[in-house]
């Protein structure tokens, strides 16, 4: 059984654009086939909550591997996209500076497959801040079920 979702998405305005991928390529450093988030459409700071989303298409990386003829995203990409999120949220919105690397991932569980044509809904609350790092329990929503839950780590570099 999935744990409960870290919010309630259902009273948010999910058309709302706060950072799009273009203000996210302003901070966050990864491009091309690595760049795994489109936008951000909601945060708030005082909770240490956002909300993020990745379109998945046809024209990914890893589709042509990954499945042939049932192409599935791979977990690690999903984890990607949860620490881009944490990323961008972390530096943009809480106002960390300097490069911030990925350090580790825990708690993981892959719930359902994400194919091309889903959109992954990004759910994360950062709930430990140090000087140096963070920590972040992220989930992954595709079609209003939970595709994964994990906990991610980043540090200033």
């Given at each position: 059984?999935?744990p409960?979702?870290?919010?309630?998405?259902?009273?948010?305005?999910?058309?709302?654009?706060?950072y799009?991928?273009?203000?996210?390529?302003?901070?966050?450093?990864?491009?091309?086939?690595?760049?795994?988030?489109?936008?951000?459409?909601?945060?708030?700071?005082?909770?240490?909550?956002?909300?993020?989303?990745?379109?998945?298409?046809?024209?990914?990386?890893?589709?042509r591997?990954?499945?042939?003829?049932?192409?599935?995203?791979?977990?690690?990409?999903m984890?990607?996209?949860?620490?881009?999120?944490?990323?961008?949220?972390?530096?943009?919105?809480?106002?960390?500076?300097?490069?911030?690397?990925?350090?580790?991932?825990?708690?993981?569980?892959?719930r359902e497959?994400?194919?091309?044509g889903?959109?992954?809904?990004?759910?994360?609350?950062?709930?430990?801040?140090?000087?140096?790092?963070?920590s972040?329990?992220v989930?992954?929503?595709?079609?209003?079920?939970?595709a994964?839950?994990?906990?991610?780590?980043?540090?200033?570099?």
């Amino acid at each position: 059984m999935p744990p409960t979702r870290l919010f309630d998405m259902s009273e948010l305005d999910l058309n709302k654009v706060e950072y799009d991928r273009s203000a996210i390529a302003e901070v966050n450093p990864q491009s091309y086939e690595m760049s795994q988030l489109d936008a951000i459409v909601w945060h708030d700071l005082s909770k240490m909550l956002c909300l993020g989303y990745k379109d998945v298409t046809d024209k990914e990386f890893w589709v042509r591997g990954h499945i042939p003829g049932r192409p599935i995203m791979p977990g690690v990409i999903m984890v990607e996209a949860a620490a881009q999120l944490c990323s961008f949220f972390m530096k943009r919105i809480y106002g960390l500076e300097d490069f911030i690397g990925f350090a580790g991932i825990g708690e993981t569980k892959f719930r359902e497959t994400v194919v091309p044509g889903d959109r992954l809904w990004l759910l994360g609350h950062i709930h430990k801040v140090r000087s140096r790092q963070f920590s972040a329990k992220v989930q992954g929503i595709v079609n209003d079920k939970m595709a994964f839950d994990t906990v991610i780590s980043g540090m200033r570099v």
